[in-house]
């Protein structure tokens, strides 16, 4: 009987596990967004000096490593596992980006969520008595996911209300046995939901319920409520989705509202930056984390988050078949004291 | 989740709380700007009538010379501002099908001339050529079977 | 006036295409597909020439028009080879078009490359 689980999908960290550093690096529309200053580095441009936008994501990616090593005082070798991934096809930006590091890597691959997918594999292997350091690390690139996924650049096309902006950027965060915190204590891991929503310029709506169904599974399998914490956080569900996820936990009796917010809707102006439904990708929930919500944390504005980083799962080829978009929520506590 | 709320409830909750695009706003732009490319298409073409030409050869050249100013804003990176703006407006002209073409030309050049700019070119532009060509083998057809 | 019944007719067809963006669930290539299907077919029931004469650019430059083309081009090439040109008339009247995207495609990807938007 596995002794750290709890309920369904949560599973206990035992030992105080710390975020001891973190860096964001974003594109030039996130540097003009309302959390700009909390950014380690905003580039001039998408291409950073790069010859294409894939190279841009992991010369991106490489960077943030090495300030997030920096960051802590610790020496790179001194990292035991890189734990990453990103939305290019075999994700690629992470296994460039990190081919020179020799550091023992796991790719990961979970769309939108995988900075708190990553984190939570990376806190499991240091719980689990595997690692006493490891980066959990994600990125995203607005010209990379649009040629992959959508349409060339230069095509005059129209975005429809409903959809999103895919953040330029890329952050993570080094978790650490040692440290005083903030603290990850708690980790509750999404099952793939998925209601039917076909429609891949609403992602919000498809990847709402799996919020809703992660939030209210992480109530349920530890007793906590909403009142334990300052802060219910998604990583990109835009104000289309977070609307339906507001809804979705109160019908099922969990009203959150009052306490909660997403990195969709915090990282652009959502009035001025032509952003439509707001703000998506790996990146959007990976820069709030390791600029604004960690360093937010350490000055005490917030003492207890909820990070549910959120994924619509698919591919071009599953669209054009008709397949529906699944979504994926996963959740971590964040704690500045441990209770 | 299914048992509070059937996959039909939750997509008919979807389309409530979706914002609709400002359809009037938009088709006054697109009626606007496709209005203003076809003006500049029948000036092209008058003046090269003007020039002596016949006015099936004035038509050819129209097209081509057209074609050449969708790719071109293409090229200078104005022609996806054009569309942000004007939708239909600049997707349905023939400028839009240069477009169309030679903004996945741009885009892959990345991968390489030939299978990057060579073999994505038509991906957008592909089905066009494919449905628009048997629709006329299938016209020309019926044509010979009336005639006959 | 001739530019006057271009931008009614031209602008007219844009926004029906604007209609099915908005309204629909069509993709932009279904859309294209649709029109440039609609032209040909409008052409073989010989509607498609009665908009040419009013609307002249205003007919010919929506990728309707494209099809008019296709359709015209086939019709030349039955009367003139038979049935065999039904497979050789469109594509020779929408040569120009073609090649001339191709081409200039081509041209265009040697010396510039996609900028990031705003």
Known sequence: MASKRKGKQTVYIQNPLSIISTAAIVGPKEGKGPLASYFDVVMDDDKWGEKSWEKAESKMLKETLNKIVNKSGKPMDSVNYLVSGDLLNQCTASSFAFRDTGIPFFGVYGACSTMAESLSLGAMLIDGGFADDVVCITSSHFCSAEKQFRYPLELGSQRTPTSQWTVTGAGGAMISNTGIGPYISCITTGKVVDMGVKDTNNMGAAMAPAAADTIITHFKDTGLTKDDYDLIVTGDLGSVGKDLCNHLTKIQGFDIEDKYNDCGVMIFDMQKQDAHSGASGCGCSAVTLAGYLYHEMKKGKYNNILFVATGALMSTTSAQQGESVSGIAHAIRIQNKLS | MQKVITNEEYLELVEKKSPKSKLFRNIIRAYVVGGLICIVGQFINNLIVSQGMSKDSASSVTTMIMVFIGAFLTGINVYDEIGRFAGAGSIIPITGFANSIVSPAMEFKSEGYVTGVGARMFFIAGPVLVFGISASVIAGIFHYILIR | ?118
């Open chain 3, 1 to 118: 006036m001739q530019y006057l019944n271009a931008f009614i007719i031209g602008g007219f067809i844009c926004a029906v295409g604007q209609l099915l963006i908005d309204k629909t669930k069509m993709t932009s290539a279904r859309i294209l597909v649709l029109f440039v299907t609609a032209g040909t077919i409008l052409t073989a029931l010989g509607l498609y020439q009665k908009i040419v004469d009013v609307g002249g650019a205003g007919a010919t430059i929506p990728l309707t028009g494209f099809g008019y083309t296709l359709a015209k081009g086939a019709f030349k090439d039955v009367e003139q080879f038979g049935l065999y040109g039904a497979f050789t008339g469109g594509v020779k009247a929408a040569a120009i078009g073609i090649t001339a995207a191709v081409f200039f495609g081509y041209l265009i990807s040697l010396a510039a490359s996609p900028k990031a938007k705003r």
